[in-house]
């Protein structure tokens, strides 16, 4: 029986290197292929939050260009007249309008 665990034993020394190959061989085949974690899965992912952070940036530019004009719109009153008559289509009493097309 000691012969055999010795004989088993050492083909286990021998051989082990061949156990890590497998296991390594193993994970390796489950990060690119296994669909919840695969290494294309997670490269779409990040170049899908890129877009969507670059959308962020170009949304707050615009609400800030939108707040700065509300502001300027509430100090001066002559450029929100001049706004919601261009919106509306009206004229003053001594203005003449003209379309282009």
Not at 25 to 30: D, E
Not at 40 to 64: F, G, H, P, V
Request: glycine share 0%.
């Amino acid at each position: 029986m000691s012969k055999n665990i010795k004989k088993l034993s050492f083909w286990m020394r021998r051989k082990s290197h061949l156990t890590l190959i497998a296991i390594g061989t193993v994970v390796v085949l489950l990060l690119f292929f296994n669909e919840e974690t695969s290494l294309r899965l997670n490269l779409e992912y990040q170049e899908q939050i890129k877009t969507l952070k670059r959308q962020i940036r170009e949304c707050e530019d615009s609400a800030a260009w939108y707040r700065a004009r509300r502001e300027a719109l509430y100090i001066n009153t002559e450029d929100l007249e001049h706004l919601v008559r261009e919106q509306y289509h009206m004229q003053r009493p001594t203005e003449d309008v003209y379309v282009i097309k």
